[in-house]
Each structure stands twice: as C-alpha cells, then as structure tokens.
C-alpha cells in the first residue's frame, strides 16, 4: 500500500462528498415525513388500509437497500413507460432519493409503530375523557414520550441509510464509491486498497460524528424527562 497515492486520493474522493450528504439529508426528510403518514396507517382502524400498509412495510423491510435501488431505477420509469411517460427527466439524483426515501421510509415506520404501541393504553383513555383532539393528545402527551423511545433506533436507521448510500453507484451516480472506481480504472486496476480505505475513513468519520450527536440529542431528551 503506497501511503502518497492515499494523500493523493483523498481530496478527489471528499470532494464528492456533498453529493452523499445531499442525498442522505434529503432522503432522511423524505423518508420520515412518509413514515409518519405509514405509521398511521398501520395504526388505522380500517383493516384494508392496515393491512395494504403492512405489506408495503414488510417488503420494504425484507429486501436489501441495493435490490430498492434497482428496482426504483430500473422498474419506475418501464412502468410509467408502458402509460407513455417518459421520467427520463428525474435523472439518477432524483432516483437514487425515491429510493433511498422509501426504504428508509419502510424501516423507520416500524420501529414508530412499536414505540407508539409502548405507550400507556390509559393516557389515550385520559386525554379522550378531558376531551383533547387527536392532535392535542399527540403533539401533547405522546409524541414528547415517543421520541425518547424512538430515538436510539431511529439514530441507528440514520447511520443505515448514511451507509446505503454507499450502494448508489451501481446505477451510476456519480458519487464517491463511483469516483473510486474511476480512480482504479485509471490507474488499470492499481491502488485498490489505498482508494477503499479512503472512502472507509470517510465513511467511518462522518458517521463517528452523527453517532455523537446523536447521542448528545438522547442525553438532552433524557434530561428533559428527568426534569
């Protein structure tokens, strides 16, 4: 391993770094704002809505973050193909966050779901008696003691989805994992090692740094419940 070629390697591979942030931010918005319509979804009373959301959940939830991103690229625009639609516009960028979000989107709800299961029967039963509306007894009772719960696995779900991203250069985006490879092609194959462990300390560091402030975040919310 040639320690110059990891210094020379460095700043080509960081420099796509933005595009990896921009995906994974966006995609973690994406992925949340829909997990919050899915989980109540999954909550409904309606069986067939229920039901129609869980199946949703469970293949979201059963196949490998690299089998989505294939599916999305790929199956979306055939689909819209067969109606006359061409989504050819969206590019790789737009697809690579459909797919992320969803995926996300899939796992995330799941672990809502459980933590909203965990609350107290009874304080649904007490806020009904006093007479606060669904979104008062949310937004006041359970969502504060919600969070808490969800957090540790939901920072987990983050640092997963930071990690899949990763996987995106199989349809060609050009990321850093993309750029890597173009760096080995120039160079006929060489330098392998010294370009995957760059892209690993990057990797490693950046998600070093939302695992501490993560868990910064958890101490706040701990000690706001405390007092």
Known sequence: MKLSY????????????????????????????LSIFLTTAVLSQKKTIRTMTLI?????????????ILIIYFGIPFLFKLVRIDLNFIGKFGFSIIALSLYHAGGITEIFRAGYQTIDSEQHAAAASIGM??????????????????????GNALIDLFGDTSLLFTIGLVDMMSRGNILISSRYGMNKLEVYLVIALIYWAIILLMNQIIRRIEKKM??????
Not at 11 to 32: D, E, H, Q, Y
Not at 222 to 227: C, D, K, W
């Open 222 to 227: 701990g000690a706001h419940l405390l007092t």
């Open 6 to 33: 990891v210094l020379e390697a460095f700043p080509k591979l960081i420099a796509m770094l933005p595009i990896t942030i921009s995906i994974f931010i966006t995609s973690a918005v994406f992925g949340l704002l």
């Open 133 to 154: 509306t669904k979104f008062q007894k949310n937004s006041r009772i359970i969502i504060p003691q919600l969070i808490p719960v969800v957090l540790p696995m939901y």
């Open 56 to 68: 949703f959940v469970s293949f979201m939830r059963s196949n490998p973050g690299l089998i989505h």
